[in-house]
């Protein structure tokens, strides 16, 4: 019996609860809300990532890398414009605790800042004389330090950036803005990928996304070094890339692994998958939004996608 189409290629209403939010542990059915659906809210992209919520202005700025813009989406209007061209081939972004978009920009191959008045800042584009591989994500400690992932991912192709030789080992970097001071915080992964800092920040999350088995850590921090890294998750042969973390400690992943994992999975803090918001493409990166950071945003190839859960994302990613 041949299927219809999807809830995605047609009008039909879907029915509640959402049968694409699975409940996979008790833990996650309290973070369900029984009457909201996964909504496409944009579409028409190449590759969308970073997205950052500026709830002062009820916007989303998201990035699409091999157009190389920055797209901004009006939550109240639900209309997208180009913010800025020739953006470097933005990836991951945040704001820092003034408020400022931090960007990471495979292009350029730097770490960049806007200021309120809409200049642009390099914040970072070298280590001790060598230029970066390329930041790939980032987010922001209470006490206003910068810690960003440097993966090669705009020097593999032309697509994301501009295929260069690898220089130095790729590595997740501690930036103080106010010295200018740059220094390795993890350098014992393949290919670091998205990060984020448990609620309390007692714990660093990060993900490698090497060409092999692409697994999730988890640091303790020491000092303000994170130390004695274990394994989080391995959800192989499905992966995580952007990842971000609610105010109750789970982490919610931005997830590739095909159909029946594309979209987000949800792990509590113990390193257990509890759910899974699937969507028909994979998703890069996702942030908390909405007045009250219970929106879940997530950028997924081609498009953009929102759910409001009950959750609270943590503030710095």
Request: hydrophobic share 35%; glycine share 12%.
């Amino acid at each position: 019996m041949a299927q219809g189409p999807s809830r995605w290629e047609s009008s039909a209403p879907i029915r509640y609860p959402d049968p694409d939010i699975v409940v996979l542990d008790k833990r996650f059915r309290h973070l369900v809300v029984p009457m909201a659906a996964i909504e496409r809210v944009a579409t028409g992209f190449r590759f969308t990532e970073g997205p950052v919520y500026y709830g002062d202005g009820r916007y989303l700025l998201f990035s699409d890398i091999p157009n190389d813009t920055l797209v901004r989406w009006d939550e109240l209007t639900g209309t997208s414009a180009i913010l800025r061209h020739d953006a470097g081939h933005p990836d991951g972004s945040t704001r820092d605790r003034q408020g400022r978009l931090v960007t990471c920009e495979l292009g350029s191959r730097t770490l960049t800042r806007t200021e309120h008045d809409g200049t642009v800042t390099v914040l970072a584009d070298n280590f001790e004389g060598t230029r970066l591989t390329g930041p790939n994500d980032v987010i922001v400690k209470s006490d206003g330090t910068i810690w960003f992932s440097d993966n090669g991912a705009g020097i593999r192709g032309n697509y994301m950036g501009d295929k260069a030789p690898k220089e130095m080992p790729y590595r997740v970097y501690k930036l103080d803005p106010k010295t200018g001071a740059l220094t390795i915080a993890v350098g014992d992964m393949e290919r670091p990928n998205g990060l984020a800092f448990s609620p309390d920040e007692s714990k660093l999350y990060v993900v490698d996304t090497p060409d092999g088995p692409r697994t999730t850590h988890v640091y303790d921090m020491v000092d303000g070094k994170p130390a004695n890294g274990r394994l989080f998750f391995d959800a192989s042969p499905g992966f995580a890339d952007g990842i971000r973390v609610d105010t109750e400690g789970n982490v919610w992943a931005g997830f590739s692994g095909g159909e029946g994992q594309d979209g987000v999975a949800v792990f509590a803090a113990d390193g257990t998958l509890i759910g899974r918001i699937l969507l028909p493409e994979r998703c890069a990166n996702l942030c908390f939004g909405g007045r009250k950071r219970n929106r879940l945003f997530m950028t997924a190839s081609q498009s953009v996608y929102a759910l409001y859960v009950e959750a609270q994302g943590v503030g710095g990613g």
